[in-house]
């Protein structure tokens, strides 16, 4: 009988121990969760498509800037570090002034990516905007001060689309 509890006990040992070093094997070779990181101010590009000017637009988070006849405002912007894969993305609305002047159309409310930005664009036919990247994560100093927040009624920084700026050139995405 000692025979067979050993047997047994062995063939135990084994299963477990086979067990436990696929179980470790796999939490091993699983991929790093790459964590995000949370920023204050999105980065967007915005053309003009009758003078073909292209200007770099830096709004904090939750304010409005205007290009043109166009209001937008980025509610999040999410990056991650530089040691991981490029996947920059903002939650954005961008709203269409009237030429009554006094109301707004909201003519695209979504997720832009940095990477791809013809994935998810603002179609206008004047002006086009997209993401480039985010600046100032959150757990870092901030370059948006408090008494710049809502200086102006809402609308916390405007764009000449006929100003000389730099052109801004896109990044182009290995596939």
Not at 23 to 33: E, K, R
Not at 128 to 143: E, N, R, S, V, Y
Not at 153 to 172: F, L, Y
Request: with cysteine.
């Amino acid at each position: 009988m000692p025979d067979k509890r050993q047997k047994k006990a062995r063939t135990t040992r084994k299963v477990v121990c086979t067990l436990g070093s696929l179980g470790l094997a796999a939490l091993v070779s699983m991929p790093a969760v790459a964590e995000r990181i949370e920023n204050e101010v999105a980065v967007f590009a915005a053309l003009d498509k009758v003078t073909a000017r292209i200007s770099k637009l830096e709004v904090p988070l939750g304010q409005t800037i205007e290009f043109g006849s166009l209001r937008v405002t980025p509610r999040v912007c999410y990056s991650r570090s530089a040691t991981d894969l490029p996947k920059t993305t903002s939650f954005v609305e961008v709203d269409e002034k009237e030429l009554e002047g006094s109301t707004e159309k909201r003519i695209f409310t979504g997720w832009m990516f940095a990477e791809s930005p013809g994935l998810n664009a603002v179609e206008h036919p004047v002006f086009d905007i997209w993401l480039t990247g985010c600046m100032a994560p959150k757990d870092g100093p901030a370059q948006a001060t408090a008494g710049q927040a809502g200086a102006n009624g809402g609308v916390d920084n405007q764009v000449d689309p006929d100003a000389q700026e730099p052109i801004i050139t896109r990044r182009r995405i290995r596939r």
